[in-house]
């Protein structure tokens, strides 16, 4: 079993926005579950694509269940 991990950058990348942004959104609550190790913060691929996965609406009047934002 391989897991794929990645950077702060990498995620502010494939999303575009910042990695301040993806720093506040940590410290709020929001987004994908991350890995803190020794100091370097790791996002696993998978919990990445079910946060995104989570996020899909089909209308803009659809409310928001759960942690998505």
């Known amino acids: ?5 990645m950077n ?3 995620l502010a990348n494939r999303w575009g926005v910042s990695e ?5 959104w ?10 803190k190790l020794r100091g370097r913060v790791m996002y696993r691929l998978e919990d990445v694509e079910t946060y995104e996965a989570s996020c899909l609406r089909k ?4 409310r928001v269940s ?3 934002a």
Not at 20 to 24: N, P
Not at 26 to 35: A, D, K, N, Q
Request: charged share 20%; with cysteine; net charge neutral.
């Open 20 to 24: 301040a942004c993806l720093e506040r």
């Open 8 to 10: 702060q950058r990498q």
């Open 26 to 35: 940590r410290s709020e609550g929001i987004g994908p579950v991350f890995l």
């Open 1 to 5: 079993m391989s897991v794929n991990h």
């Open 66 to 68: 759960g942690g998505a």
């Open 59 to 62: 209308s803009t009047s659809e």
